[in-house]
């Protein structure tokens, strides 16, 4: 199981998915109506490292990834 934690704006709970690799994670947040206006903007993260490229990415048991939407200060 790979925990998922959604940051910032998003106001998700954290979820637990059983899944292997970043292109399921996809598919499985665009099962979340909430997702919608996230997915394709977001940066993702594993176990606190941002991931530049991700497909074919190998997720393994006990990863937490984090959903990284875009933010804007000043």
Do not use: R
Request: charge should be negative.
């Amino acid at each position: 199981m790979i925990k998922v934690e959604f940051l910032g704006p998003i106001g998700l709970n954290p979820i637990e998915l059983n899944i292997t690799t970043i292109d399921e994670l996809s598919e499985s947040l665009k099962q979340i109506s909430a997702m919608d206006q996230w997915i394709g903007i977001s940066a993702i993260a594993i176990n606190n490292k941002i991931v530049t490229q991700s497909e074919g990415y190998v997720l393994y048991d006990g990863d937490v990834v984090s959903i990284l939407p875009p933010v804007c200060g000043g």
